[in-house]
């Protein structure tokens, strides 16, 4: 899938674009047979602008991944425009303030103090298809929704609500197993979300109290660094979607990830 933007302009600050992209590209382990290895999505990401805000999207066969921000110096009547950019080159030049960012034909141009840098778009993402799928189709409300609709016919039932900081410390105590993997366990009864990981004779357990009521089981388990990407955003809370062996999707009001399970 081939798209040359027309013409986008933006400004904001770069330390947070590159942490937008950072999360973008989900760099840490994942999961390779009884152990794990470092990994992560590809280099290229794809930056749309409409209005006011701009998002930063990846994906992969099953994975998708979008975070969000506001900007300054853009048209607020502008249709959305986007284009494909190599995360390297880009975040090699963004500096810890203000830049103007202009997309212009085939070039992109950041403008920091007096230095002014030219990049190439990328004209194609191998996955775009993917991207341009849920970029369409994720549902945008979710904190006062009980359910959440991926997709029309992709709609996932249970939901918790958990504060972040408490939801990475499990995940970062179950890393320490070294397999990667983790299983969300949904406990209405209990009112407990547990995420276990085990290898061989290791495993251990992590019971989260969450925000809200659960009020529907499920359970599921996937491959995700994703502790690492909650730590890029703003937010104080997550709200977490899935059904068993179902895609899981974590929310933010300035992200959305979602992982396909694992289904070995």
């Known amino acids: 899938m081939k798209k040359v933007v027309k013409h986008m302009k933006f400004t904001m600050n770069g330390k947070r674009l590159k942490e937008m992209i950072n999360l973008c590209l989900l760099k840490g382990k994942y999961n390779q047979g009884l152990s ?27 994975t998708y991944v979008r975070v969000y921000n506001r900007v300054r110096d853009t048209n607020p009547l502008m249709n959305k425009q986007y284009g494909f950019v190599n995360a390297d080159i880009l975040t090699k030049y963004l500096v810890d303030e203000d830049s103007t960012i202009s997309f212009l034909d085939n070039i992109i141009k950041i403008i ?47 939901k918790v609500c958990l504060m972040k900081n408490e939801l990475i410390s499990a995940i970062n105590m179950a890393e320490r197993v070294g397999s990667s993997i983790y299983t969300f366990n ?77 289904t070995e």
């Open 36 to 62: 794990n290895t470092k990994g992560q999505l590809g280099n290229c990401v794809k930056i749309s602008c409409s209005g006011n805000k701009i998002s930063v999207e990846n994906g992969d066969a099953s």
């Open 112 to 158: 920091s103090g007096n230095s002014v840098v030219e990049i190439p778009v990328i004209e194609r993402h191998d996955y775009a298809h993917i991207i341009g799928k849920f970029s369409d189709s994720m549902q945008e409300d979710y904190e006062d929704e009980e359910t959440y609709a991926a997709t029309e016919k992709l709609v996932l039932k249970t």
């Open 186 to 262: 949904a406990n209405s009864k209990g009112n407990t979300l547990s995420i276990t990981s085990d290898k061989l004779t290791e495993s251990i357990t992590t019971n989260l109290e969450p925000i809200s009521p659960i009020s529907r089981d499920a359970i599921a388990s996937f491959s995700l660094p994703i502790s690492k990407a909650l730590e890029y955003t703003n937010d104080d809370e997550v709200a977490i979607f899935y059904d068993d062996e179902m895609p899981i999707i974590f929310r933010t009001t300035d992200m959305i990830l979602m992982r396909a399970p694992r």
